[in-house]
């Protein structure tokens, strides 16, 4: 069901006394540089949407791409380049759909290569999220010596941040054990981790006109305030793709004020404001529609908490709903022919994709594989919404 489309401000102001929005950001930050609109660039974020089944978008993902960059040194990069690099018979183990099985099994990857334009004790990454990079199959994490700069601020910030001295340890010892011969790692794919790189260009070559070829970044170094700048030296690298993680954005909302330069609903600790800065009686917002998207779920609870502590210190002066009544929104989707889930869908459709996992791994797993499966997600929306419904039994 779609705000906007389905249902309206006006429909949930005549159902409800108050509107929280948390509608987070799904898109891409956008990089301006040259060559970002070729083919073969993508958003990290649509890669994530298509990976986890997002019913909403195309089913095929083009990966034809031997050698990759993915520009970012945010958990959302590390996520990406661990399922780019990661093989397909690994994932099984998860709950990937089976058409993202099938097009990463195809996948001719070898190198992928993640960009940070900041030193290693500068990441944002997390240290579960790291370390996870190093239980891939067949898959060396290579580093390199010249990236490892850190200057008095790095030493600051790992002295006062235990995630970060618990991950510049990380690198450190991964570097460490690495053969001093890169031709001594053994592994067909390879995943490297490059830090001091700014992204200047994405081009194209005569052989692929249109297509992704390589990428120009200028090697920067720390300046002491715990940024860095560019050291006027430039260097290439032969990929085929390119993936920006540079973090989400958020997207506007019908009938609601936006902030469009910093991506996220104005709003005074959730209570969401309107053009002159004045509180929308009875409207409200929570998580990354409201503060941006930073933060884990962790963060995402104590922000969820600001904003109801807001809304009940609100209670009696709320607007009143004219029809309060909890069927009466039911009845107005259903005479909208609108197709919803409930509470009970969501449970018919979980039992239904848990049954087609238990199934599978009674079969002896799944393509090929020996595994269990937790579950197979259902992907497409009008399936979605037919087992939720309908309570379609699982098949396999
Ligand atoms: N498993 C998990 O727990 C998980 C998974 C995914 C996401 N998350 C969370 O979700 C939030 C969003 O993650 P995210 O990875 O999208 O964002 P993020 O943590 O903000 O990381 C963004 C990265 O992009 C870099 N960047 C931004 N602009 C750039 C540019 N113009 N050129 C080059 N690099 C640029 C940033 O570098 P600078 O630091 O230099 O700006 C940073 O390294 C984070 O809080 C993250 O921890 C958590």
Known sequence: MDYGTDISIEDLRTHY????????????????????????SYGGADFVSWYDGHPDVAREWPLDAKEIAVIGNGNVALDVARVLSKHADDLLVSEIPDNVYAGLKNSPVTDVHVFGRRGPAQ??????????LSHSKDVDIILYAEDFEFDEESDRQIQSNNQTKTMVGTLTNWIAEQPEDLSELTASRRLHLHFLHSPVEIYDDAATPGKVAGMKFERTELDGTGNARGTGEFVDYPVQAVYRSIGYFGSALPEIEFDH????????????????????????????????????????????????????????????????????V?????????????????????????????????AGGSHGVEVKRERIKVVPREDMVAISRDGVTAQV
């Open 17 to 40: 006394d108050a509107v929280i929005f948390a509608t987070g950001a799904i898109k891409d930050a956008d990089l301006n540089i040259p060559g970002i609109e070729l083919d073969g």
């Open 261 to 328: 330069k910093k991506g996220v609903v104005p709003n005074d600790g959730g209570r969401v404001l309107d053009a002159a800065g004045t509180h929308v009686p009875g409207i409200y917002a929570t998580g990354w529609i409201k503060r941006g998207p930073v933060g884990l779920i962790g963060h995402t609870k104590g922000d969820a908490l600001e904003t109801v502590t807001y809304l009940l210190e609100d209670r009696d002066n709320l607007p009143v709903a004219a029809v309060p009544e909890a069927d009466a």
């Open 330 to 362: 039911v009845e107005l989707l259903d005479a909208r022919g609108v197709k919803f889930t409930s509470w009970e869908g969501w449970l018919a459709l979980d039992a239904h994709e848990l049954a087609l996992g238990a199934a599978a791994t009674e």
């Open 123 to 132: 990441v944002k990454f997390t240290p579960l999220e790291l370390r996870e």
